[in-house]
């Protein structure tokens, strides 16, 4: 037991039972938790207090920005570095701008997305200490897992254990940190 | 407890108006897990080394001789002459284009409508956009002649200080290929990335560990992640839906801004749009069909997900019919010559008018054949369906180009095009490339979204007895 504790992990087997106990352990007062699943589970940001994900922003901030380098790039290359005379329209007009601009936005909106996503979940990162416990390994199959910080002002070692046994939790154990 | 189960019996729908559940014989999340990945897991059967041999053989011996030998020598290999200067190389472009469109169509726009069912087939559609659109990248950039000068088409700065002429479709198209490209890329390895946390999670040996660690990015499925993941989706999901209406609307417009009869129509956005979605509805069910049988997923892709794509084919395919009907009749109600001469010999020149019955036979009678539920759900009917459909729109495409340029306003400017061998192993080396990137994608790759499926099954909703909810939530 040299190692440090990263946290206590809790197993539950449907998500209406995590949802129940995540309620529990809001109530309780923690901050630095999490609920582990499958798949995403309905309500769970509600339960858990998520605010709205910033990944919608940063789509639309790069998508943004690609729309409007695409129209300076457009007035930039056709109308002043090197003046095109096509067809004898105007050197410059907004509708010719258009549909490149548009493609270029929906290019940046889309790299933003994942930009954004991966930005904010800290990706990519290769090892993470739950990834060391075996049981944790069937989050991805059908358990549902919470994991309570050992860094959660709250957090103790007897008392936080008590809490998830309450809420239902079944094969409590210890996370240990081996970095 | 019998008591109000009896009452919530008495309320629920008769049999024939309750959904088709997605999933069929329904076992539980750990069986659909098991079910859904053993394919990538298990040992390689022998019919993916029968396909895959032939199909790697077009794509690394027939595919790069064609294309070296053309790049090398120059377009005159092609059949490609004056006047017909767009031959093969536009219309497998433009066909390859339309066999992506489903694809996004099935997993962007569907995902948007909330049709659970989509979750068992996005996957595999996405991988068909994918590499569809990789084989309708090159057929332009090789088709410009000298393929070293495509960096043109970019706005690089160069030392002749020239930048690409932005008013042209053509350009267009450009950027429209390769947003299209990138984005469903994109699209695809996001979905993928709780699904290698799946496969990293199941992995037996050092290696698979390390390959699906590396590629799951550190997933651990958290509700942070999935919260910031599911924003992403959503957001990708409209970008895409975007992308099909626009990609094939912009090779559309390459053909309705040139003045050449039969091409110079307002309809063409839409036109290939439709025609593009109705292609790849088609080749949906080719991949469909051998694969849920083979793979053992009958009881995922069930028959009821098979009668929706054969029900999307058929409205595409409407749309289309509807679009021949006004396309005749635009050109007879004009008035000009020149269309009317053009749509004639679509149907009765001596020349492709086999090509032009073709069309029609099947884009418009075979595909009525979907209106009936026995056609829908007889399998061998439905994949021969899906390979005419495929043979039809190529058909079609093939008049619109060169039955439109073959000849031109001046009789002493006609001229005709048959492809050489050179056309025909290049279109034979990106269906062989297309075929052997897909095998490795079924091999090694979570074909089937395993978190999605586990998502909208009973057992995944809170507010379901499956999904572990209990009285005191207020809900039974």
Request: glycine share 10%.
């Amino acid at each position: 037991m040299s190692d440090k504790i990263y946290g206590l992990m809790a197993e539950f087997n449907t998500p209406g039972d995590v949802l129940r106990a995540a309620k529990k352990v809001r109530a309780a007062g923690y901050h630095r938790w999490d609920v582990f699943s499958p798949f995403p589970i309905h309500g769970i940001d509600k339960v858990m207090g998520l605010k709205n994900s910033l990944v919608g922003w940063v789509s639309l901030a790069m998508g943004g920005g690609a729309f409007v380098s695409g129209f300076v790039l457009l007035w930039f290359s056709n109308a002043f570095d090197y003046p095109l005379i096509v067809g004898g329209k105007p050197m410059f007009s907004v509708p010719m701008t258009f549909v490149p601009s548009y493609i270029l936005m929906v290019m940046g909106g889309a790299i933003g997305a994942l930009v954004g996503m991966l930005a904010l979940n800290q990706f990519p990162r290769l090892h993470h200490p739950l990834l060391n416990k075996a049981r944790f390994e069937l989050v991805s199959r059908d358990k549902f897992v919470i994991v309570i910080g050992s860094t959660d002002p709250g957090f103790s070692l007897t008392e936080t254990r008590k809490l998830l046994e309450s809420a239902g939790g079944q094969n409590v154990d210890i996370v240990e940190d081996k970095d | 407890m019998s008591d109000s189960l009896n009452q919530l019996k008495a309320l629920a729908a008769p049999a024939e108006l309750r959904r088709a559940p997605v999933v069929e014989n329904n076992q539980g999340l750990g069986w659909l897990t098991d079910k859904l990945s053993a394919f990538a897991e298990g040992k390689t059967p022998l019919w993916w080394w029968i396909l895959f041999i032939p199909a790697a053989f077009a794509a690394t011996v027939i595919f790069p001789t064609c294309l070296f030998y053309q790049v090398f020598t120059g377009v005159g290999v092609w059949g490609n002459n004056h006047p017909v200067m767009w031959g093969l190389d536009i219309v497998n472009f433009i066909w390859w284009v339309g066999v992506a469109h489903a694809g996004t169509l099935i997993s962007a726009l569907l995902f948007l409508t909330r049709q659970h069912w989509r979750t068992t087939i996005g996957r595999m559609a996405e991988a068909m956009t994918v590499f569809s659109v990789m084989m309708a990248g090159l057929y332009p950039a090789i088709h410009v002649g000298r393929a070293w000068f495509d960096w043109f088409m970019f706005p690089v700065p160069n030392s002749n200080g020239l930048w690409p002429q932005f008013r042209s479709p053509l350009m267009w198209d450009v950027f429209a290929v390769n947003t299209y490209l990138t984005v469903s890329t994109l699209f695809f390895f996001m979905g993928m990335i709780p699904d290698f946390a799946v496969l990293r999670d199941r992995s037996t040996t050092r290696v698979r560990k390390g390959i699906f660690t590396f590629l799951a990015m550190g997933w651990t499925g958290s509700a942070r992640q999935w919260h910031h993941y599911e924003k992403a989706y959503l957001v990708l999901c409209g970008l895409c839906t975007l992308l099909v209406f626009t990609v094939s609307s912009i090779v559309g417009l390459d053909f309705c801004t040139a003045q050449i009869a039969g091409w110079h129509a307002t309809i063409f956005p839409l036109y290939f749009v439709i025609g593009a979605v109705f292609c790849g509805f088609g080749m949906v069910l080719v991949i469909l069909i051998p694969l849920r049988k083979w793979c053992g997923l009958e009881q995922i892709i069930t028959m009821s997900h098979i009668d929706k794509v054969a029900k999307l084919a058929l409205v595409s395919g409407l749309i289309i019919d509807y679009i021949y009907l006004m396309e005749f009749f635009i050109a007879w109600y004009s008035g000009d010559q020149y269309e009317r001469w053009v749509f004639g010999h679509r149907l009765f020149g001596h020349t492709y008018m086999v090509l032009g019955w073709m069309l029609i036979g099947i884009n418009v009678g075979v595909t009525q054949l979907l209106w009936f539920k026995k056609v829908r759900s007889n399998l061998l009917w439905l994949f021969i369906i899906g390979v005419l459909i495929n043979i039809g729109m190529w058909c079609e495409r093939f008049v619109i180009v060169v039955g439109s340029l073959y000849q031109e306003f001046l009789p002493s400017n006609w001229g005709k095009y048959m492809p050489t061998m050179w056309d025909i192993g290049l279109y034979i080396g990106t269906l062989g490339a297309f075929f052997m990137l897909y095998l490795l994608f079924v091999k090694f790759l979570p074909m089937i979204a395993i978190s999605e499926v586990k998502g909208v099954m009973p057992e995944a909703d809170p507010h379901h007895r499956l999904g572990g909810a209990q009285k005191e939530d207020g809900h039974e």
